[in-house]
């Protein structure tokens, strides 16, 4: 079954606080962390990643915390779970540069193809979906 990692759930949960509760001001990790329910370690390690691919920003000192970057309409859902997960394939093999090694059916494989449209479709669905729809 396709489904969301925790992280990119996470991300989401907490591009949503941030994008409804800034109001122009800096939200900290453990504000978000402890209203959204979320592993206070782990939200860190997501919220780092999302400033590395410029999608929010970080302020440091007493008011320091996050603010989003982008304009919710802006974001894809595909930007985002690019940045905390780094791929996004339906199976090992979907992949430029895929060897047996990922697969050992990879070159004699007949289901590639057909899957391979349908992780296209997917990518076409989260790159037109874009935060704001979430909020």
Do not use: W
Request: proline share 3%; hydrophobic share 35%.
């Amino acid at each position: 079954m396709l489904k969301l990692s925790k992280s990119t759930e996470y991300a989401l949960f907490a591009l949503k606080y941030l994008a409804n509760n800034s109001n122009g001001n800096s939200i900290s990790t453990k504000e978000i962390s402890d209203s959204m329910n979320i592993p206070y370690n782990l939200l860190a390690k997501i919220m780092q990643k999302l400033v590395r691919h410029k999608i929010i920003k970080s302020q440091y000192g007493k008011t320091g915390g996050y603010s989003i970057n982008v304009p919710p309409k802006n974001l894809s859902l595909k930007d985002i779970i690019n940045a905390v997960d780094q791929k996004l394939q339906i199976t090992d093999c979907m992949y430029e540069g895929a060897t047996e090694n990922d697969c050992m059916r990879l070159n004699k494989c007949e289901i590639r193809n057909p899957l391979h449209k349908i992780q296209n479709k997917l990518i076409n669905v989260l790159h037109s979906t874009n935060l704001e729809e979430l909020i």
